[in-house]
């Protein structure tokens, strides 16, 4: 089991920024991705960034040129930097750790969420 523990949401005015958080903890694997995803109500939840454990990196076009996600293996956390902010950035976001026992077989965790709010 892996467990993910997410902080750095708040309310922000438009053009600011924020750091998400998220630490993960329990059985990890060797080789894993860790991503932030974003749900807003009546919406499916959309992939911001996602950076694997090698450290290879890609974005939502939403997100490419504001938003910087990074980690650190040692500590098994991943951030994300927000800067830039817009309205439409409003939403939960959530980490995700996906665990690869092979390239076919992997397990996905979830964080409980954390809220951004974006004023204009």
């Known amino acids: 089991q892996v467990q993910l523990v997410e902080s750095g949401g708040g309310l922000v005015q438009a053009g600011g920024s924020l750091r998400l958080s998220c630490a993960a903890s329990?059985?990890?694997?060797?080789?894993?991705?860790m991503g932030w995803y974003r749900q807003t109500p009546g919406q499916q939840r959309e992939l911001v960034a996602a950076i694997s454990s090698g450290g290879s990196a890609n974005y939502a076009d939403s997100a490419k040129g504001r938003f910087t996600i990074s980690r650190d293996n040692a500590k098994n956390t991943v951030y994300l930097q927000m800067n830039s902010l817009k309205p439409d950035d409003t939403a939960v976001y959530y980490c995700k750790l996906t665990n690869f026992r092979t390239t076919t077989l992997n397990y996905d965790y979830w964080g409980q969420g954390t809220q951004v709010t974006v004023s204009s």
């Open positions: 329990g059985s990890i694997y060797s080789f894993n991705v």
